[in-house]
């Protein structure tokens, strides 16, 4: 599409109260070339010009002029324009530059390039003068260097002479900024600068009409087209709402259900008769098809992107039938910045599901409910034989368990017995007999964690009076009485000893900690053994029992888990058991 441009002077002698030197040392940069694009001095518009009789002083400042496009679509869309610092490190300007109507060549909204060009300037004294390009008024997108390029094309509607100086067509990336500097090549002083802001904008709401406020809708058309409007109480300033329109939403919404900046409703909310709606947008629209809308029902497209097709600062929705909207709205120049409206329309009584499907709902309700009633007893009878199922699987599982045990036990009896160590057997047959008793009084699938940390105590002062080692039990507070899974650990720390710290004799140490992690509950058993190959080919029994008792009692378990995972790191074998949602 071709575009038009406007001329803006940028005339800078009055900034000049304090000279310093321009330092400029930095390159192009990655972000540089992603953010700037640069255009050639032959895209410039052709248009007549008038000849300057002669050129500038040395003492005169050379004005720059930025060539910004124009389509005169849209102006003061967002109300003030945001202040934003502009403080160049490498200039002498420090200033706040506040965008006004006046001042409107400072920013664009459009995407396309913007021409730098200075009138001053021509091939007779451009050797005189250095020009650079930063980017946000602290990067050098390109370092000082000579004019060479002039702009032969004319300009339309501007008196300018052919030739003037051209520094090229820049753009760059929304929310940023570029800035022309000239210097003198024999003076280390900035004579002009000019800087062009990208401002990102979408459209905002101002206000919104339901049906029965057709009074102030019509007192603003008439405020927007000039005529008369009897009472002037109707009338809302552009840009800002008065008292009565912003009291009027307080009405109907809490205060935490208003916006704070526009008054307006986070969430628009209306009865099912008042499907006709009308947004009132802020700022100045010139041309109605910048403006573009799309609707949305729940996630899919109800109405699609269409340009406006009423009033230009006006959107206009009809008979929207109950049920959730997002209103889209965008600008065509920059249709990557949208703004949503949430809208829900309510259902009347009658239109509701359950009038409309009236005595027929409540019989087929009675026949759901029965089937339901039916369905619930079979499911209650298949869970009770599921459960004597699992009861009949764990308990056999603990049968295996507990001679596994016994065995591992009389084995370390018979080395100290072999060792003619009678003292330390004695011992260890005493220990073994204690440790026996809990163990076949625990009848119970879960016990309280301090009952089996007795066994668990017992089992490792069992061993150590065979292996020397050492062994460190930590409990976090409040966990003593957590119910876990009886004697489903100890196949666990029997590998620890066994497989791990016991060859170790005293340096070997094994650590069991208990802790707690939001709602799971963590056992951890670390050994500074040999390490363990975590594959299901080196299982011996014990650790083969474990995974089956935990697949068993998680077909059984409502919402809670068992996860167990064996890790090497640090010099250490870890069994972690994880048991999810238990606390």
Known sequence: MKRKYYLAWVLLSCLFSRHAEAQATATNTAEQDSLIKTASAKELSPAKVKTVNSPPTQLTPPMIIAAIPYHG??????????????????????????????????????????YFVSPDINRSNASQYQYRLLLNGKTVAQPWQAISNFA????????????????????????????????????????????????????????????????????????????????????????????????????????????????????????????????????????????????MKGNKVYSPWKTNDTHNNFIWLKNLEPGEYELQMRFRLQRHNITSYPIYIKQEWFQTAWFKIGVA????????????????????????????????????????????????????????????????????????SRLMRQALESENEYVPLEEELKIIIHYFKLEQLR?????????????NHVSIPSLLIQPLIENAVKHGAGPKHASGMVDLRFSANDKDLLIDIADNGEGFVNDEANYGFGLRLVHDRIRVLNTGLRGKQIHLTISNENDLTTALLTFKNWL
């Open 73 to 114: 679509a849209l102006t003061a869309i967002d109300g003030n324009h945001p202040e934003i610092e502009i403080a160049p490190d490498t200039s002498f300007f420090h200033f706040l530059a506040n965008f006004s109507e006046m001042n409107r060549p400072l920013y664009t909204y459009d995407s396309s390039e913007v």
């Open 361 to 432: 709902a409540m019989a087929a309700l009675i026949l759901f409910l029965l089937f339901i009633l039916r369905k619930q007893k079979e499911k209650l009878k298949n869970e009770k034989t599921k459960k004597e199922r699992l009861d009949l699987e764990l308990k056999a599982l603990r049968s295996q368990l507990n001679p596994h045990f016994v065995s591992n036990a009389l084995s370390s009896i018979i080395v100290l017995i072999s060792k003619n160590d009678l003292k330390s057997a004695t011992l260890y047959l005493v220990e073994f």
């Open 467 to 479: 292996f020397g080692f050492q062994f460190f039990i930590s409990v976090a507070p409040g966990l």
């Open 152 to 295: 032969d094309t004319l300009f339309g509607k501007n008196n300018f002479q052919k030739g003037m100086a051209f520094f090229g067509a820049y753009k760059t990336s929304w929310n940023n900024y570029l800035q022309i500097e000239i210097k003198r090549k024999d003076m280390d002083r900035l004579l002009s600068s000019a800087m062009v802001y990208w401002k990102p904008i979408k459209p905002a709401l101002l206000d919104i009409y339901r049906a029965d406020e057709l009074d102030s809708l019509l007192a603003r058309l008439q405020k927007l087209t000039g005529n008369p409007v009897t009472n002037e109480d109707l009338i809302l300033p552009a840009g800002r709402q008065t008292t009565a329109a912003l009291n009027k939403w307080k009405r109907w919404y809490q205060p935490d259900e208003l916006d704070s900046s526009t008054g307006l409703p986070r969430k628009l909310i209306l009865k099912a008769a008042e499907g006709n709606i009308i947004f009132y947008l802020q700022g100045d629209f010139h041309i109605q098809e910048e403006l573009e809308y799309q609707i």
